[in-house]
């Protein structure tokens, strides 16, 4: 990864004492810090909710408390894995720094009241993943990588800026909260401008179809980064629906939306990993699934649910990147394709649909939603789907035989429908004080359709129905591919030697 500048970064480690090791080590000590005060006014807001605020500039509420949490959380895991990961590295400072910073914006994101202070917080957060993206210095794919994240997440601030400008003209509010508080009076069409601009900037942030090309071309990024940014930086997209949760829901066509591109991306992530060979990329198409998982969430009017599904999203994400290293095996090329849970007929069938019909009325007992025919319903199913698909990827592999693995699916499934339930109560019960927490829709034959048409993609892809088609599979191949400056074409890119 060298061009004729940069310095060598392969073999031998330098010498521990030729770099300074200081600032590494302060700043993971001031980042678990930071966590554990997160959890000291976890409780206190639980126990008085102080309802703490800085009028016209920051407002604490529970979307707050729970993200400060979340994000001190992973960026402490962050940090704690880099030290050894960066061990040797010269431009270890740098890269601690930016990540120190990274968390910081993000605080300010998910506490900011006034709009420009929301703006320019979300402004910085993108552009200091991008500086992640690129952190390998003189490597010529890494800086086009952070030029290709940096266009998005512009893109992506300019779209806040626009909305919330907008909404500020005709609220007359500079403040977030107050803006929120006077959505009753705004015009439809100003409502469906404000929001689109919201959810569209929702969708680039989440790398949700068709903004998903920076997440494929930011594979230059240290693991690290990929665990923070796929673990944390991706969920801003949900909390950004969350806390302008007023304004999008003002329009039920802006919510259908929500929920078909929402769709989209879920099956279209799950195509996508198909096509992919290496285990990042292979983890990159799959975050941008389970985003698609939660912004239909949102779509469906249950914010609570959606936060909930990225902070359980995000703790098995940090996971899978942070041990991807030990997934990496050389294996001979199979004839068969390695599906989520290999298929034998009827049995796999039964199990499958008993067990998915027994954990959606359990997830129903749990939570009171999909016990009657609304968004509620659509919610159970969507999240039945999602937990049902972990489990079975997490029984495939495993060393167990075929047929002990249907019995395996429920072992694992349960209990996760359970946590998940209760993730999702506990994580509702933290956002009470939002304005907007569930809106339930109706429900409408559109939303049945995508139900459907979800179902029977999702049936041919676990089946292997897909692979039939050399156009579709060249189609996903050509949608997954990264932006070309981003790629190594040769092995003078990377070979050192």
């Known amino acids: 990864m060298t061009d004729g ?41 639980v126990r008085n909710d102080p309802g703490w605020a800085v009028d016209g500039l920051v407002a604490i509420d529970g979307l707050t408390v729970v993200m400060w949490t979340v994000v001190t959380f992973f960026s402490g895991i962050v940090h704690s894995y880099a030290r050894r990961y960066l061990a040797g590295n010269p431009d270890k400072t740098q890269f601690f720094t930016r990540v120190f910073a990274f968390t ?5 994101v998910v506490a900011a009241d006034h709009v420009a202070l929301f703006a320019a917080a979300w402004l910085a957060m993108g552009l200091l993943m991008a500086e992640l993206i690129g952190h390998v210095d003189g490597w010529p794919q890494a800086q086009a ?12 601030a ?26 009753g009076g705004l015009s439809t069409t100003t409502a469906v401008l404000a929001a689109g601009g919201l959810v569209i ?36 997209g949900g909390v950004l629906l969350a806390r302008f949760a007023p304004v999008v829901t003002i329009e039920p066509t802006v919510m259908l ?30 975050t ?103 489990a079975r990827s997490a029984v495939q592999h495993t060393s167990l035989p075929a047929t002990f693995r249907y019995g395996a699916v429920p072992l694992v499934f ?13 994580i509702s019960f933290m956002l009470a004080d939002l304005p907007v927490v569930t809106a339930s829709t109706e429900l409408t034959l559109l939303h049945g359709v995508i139900a459907v048409v979800f179902v029977g993609v999702y049936v041919a892809i676990e089946t292997g129905v897909h692979e039939g088609s050399g156009r579709l599979y060249v189609a996903l191949l050509n949608l997954s591919q990264p932006v070309s400056d981003t790629l190594l074409t040769s092995t003078e890119d990377y070979n050192e030697y």
Not at 258 to 284: F, R
């Open 145 to 156: 990588a952070a030029r290709t994240s940096r266009r998005y997440f512009v893109g992506s």
């Open 201 to 236: 900037a929702a969708m680039i942030q989440s790398a949700l179809i068709p903004f998903h090309t920076w997440i494929l071309s930011s594979m230059t990024a240290p693991t690290p980064a990929s665990a923070l940014m796929h673990a944390g930086f991706v969920n801003a």
């Open 414 to 426: 349960f209990p996760a429908i359970i946590v998940y339930a209760a993730v999702y109560e506990a």
């Open 5 to 45: 500048t940069q310095r060598r970064s392969v073999g031998s480690l330098p010498a521990m004492e030729n770099h300074a090791a200081g600032v590494p080590a302060a700043l993971t000590r001031l980042v678990w810090g930071l966590w554990i005060g997160t959890l000291v006014v976890a409780a206190v807001f």
């Open 288 to 390: 941008v699934g389970q985003m698609g998982f939660m912004i239909m969430q949102a779509g469906l009017g249950f914010f609570g649910a959606a936060i909930a599904h990225l902070i359980l999203h995000g703790f098995y994400k940090a996971y899978q990147f942070l041990s991807s290293g030990s997934e990496v095996t050389h294996t001979s090329p199979s004839a068969v394709s390695d599906h989520t849970v290999e298929y034998n007929g009827v049995v796999a069938g039964v199990v499958t649909v008993v067990t998915g019909i027994l954990g959606g009325a359990l997830f129903a007992i749990l939570t009171g939603k999909g016990t009657i025919i609304n968004g509620g319903l659509l919610l159970t199913f969507f999240v039945t789907f999602a937990t049902l698909h972990a």
């Open 257 to 286: 939306a929500i929920v078909a591109v929402g769709a989209l991306s879920a099956l279209g992530g799950k195509l996508l990993k198909s096509v992919q060979t290496d285990i990042k990329g292979q983890l990159g198409c799959s």
């Open 158 to 183: 300019a779209l806040i800026a626009v909305s919330l400008t907008l909404l500020w003209s005709t609220t007359g509010a500079t403040t977030i909260t107050g803006i929120l508080d006077a959505v």
């Open 104 to 108: 910081l914006a993000v605080m300010v």
